[in-house]
C-alpha cells in the first residue's frame, strides 16, 4: 500500500511535511493588518491630543469608557498582530524541534504578559 502524498519516507517518518497552518495564520495576519488600519490612526490622533495634558487629563480622558475601548483594541490586536508574525517567524527560521517549541511557548507567554499589562495600566490610570 501506498501513501498518496508527495512526502518521501523519511518525512513521514520525522513529520517534516507541512504543518497545515500557514494559510489560516496569513489570513489572520492580514485580518489583524486591516484592522490595525483605523486603530493606529484613533491611536495616533489620541497620543496627539494627549500630547500637551498633564497626568490628571491623561487619567480624566482615559477614564471615559470610548477612548480607553479604542485603546485596548488598539493594544490588543497589535499583540496579536506580533505573536502571528513572530510564530511565522520561528516556524521557518527555526528548525530544532525543541528550541522551536521553547520559542513558540515563550513568544505566547510573552504575548500574554506583555496584553494583560498594557491591560492592566490602562484600567489603573483609567480608573484611578
Known sequence: ????????SRRRFSYLGSAHSGTGDHSKMRLTSLALIPLAIAFIVMVLHLAATDYNGVRNY????????????????????????MKAI??????????????????LFFCVALGATCLYALIRIGLA
Open 1 to 8: 500500500m501506498t501513501d498518496p502524498s508527495f512526502r518521501t
Open 90 to 107: 520561528i516556524d521557518d527560521y527555526v528548525h530544532a524541534h525543541l528550541t522551536k517549541d521553547a520559542a513558540l511557548i515563550a513568544n
Open 62 to 85: 482615559l477614564g471615559h469608557p470610548g477612548p480607553t475601548i479604542l485603546m485596548m483594541l488598539f493594544l490588543g490586536t497589535g499583540i496579536w498582530h506580533m505573536q502571528i508574525g
